[in-house]
């Protein structure tokens, strides 16, 4: 039963950083939805010097992240954690999916669903 739960985890844990590579890159090849901004206002609504100029330009500090930075951070802080417990609570229905197994009684099933 354990060796199914590290594919599991395995599995889930590599789904996990596909679906954060995927959020992360969505913006396309580094763009930030600032430059996408700037770009899509050009010759639009209030021209250079109108109120969308003034929005972009409050919008400037947006450039000043670092993806990677972020990225690593949220990994340290958000998804190493998370992957941690789940590994824990999934190592803990191991263990009482098997003492149910090997004694099956409403004690047992009880930590079971607990």
Same mark, same amino acid.
């Given at each position: 039963?354990?060796? *199914?739960?590290?594919? @599991?985890?395995?599995?889930?844990?590599?789904?996990?950083?596909?679906? =954060?590579?995927?959020?992360? &890159?969505?913006?396309?090849?580094? &763009? &930030?939805? /600032?430059?996408?901004?700037e770009s899509s206002?050009?010759?639009?609504?209030?021209?250079?010097?109108?109120?969308?100029?003034? @929005?972009?330009?409050? =919008?400037?500090?947006?450039?000043?992240?670092?993806?990677?930075?972020?990225?690593?951070?949220?990994?340290?802080?958000?998804? /190493?954690? *998370? $992957?941690?417990? $789940?590994?824990? $609570?999934?190592?803990? =229905?191991?263990?009482? =999916?098997?003492?149910?197994? @090997?004694?099956?009684?409403?004690?047992?099933?009880?930590?079971?669903?607990?």
């Open positions: 039963m354990a060796g *199914k739960l590290k594919a @599991a985890e395995l599995f889930l844990s590599i789904g996990l950083a596909a679906s =954060l590579f995927t959020a992360c &890159t969505a913006l396309g090849g580094g &763009t &930030t939805t /600032v430059e996408k901004m206002s050009e010759g639009g609504e209030g021209g250079e010097g109108g109120e969308g100029a003034a @929005a972009n330009e409050s =919008l400037k500090w947006a450039n000043t992240f670092d993806n990677d930075a972020v990225i690593s951070e949220f990994t340290d802080k958000v998804v /190493v954690p *998370k $992957y941690e417990q $789940y590994a824990r $609570y999934t190592a803990d =229905l191991a263990q009482a =999916l098997d003492t149910f197994a @090997a004694s099956p009684n409403d004690a047992t099933l009880k930590a079971a669903r607990d």
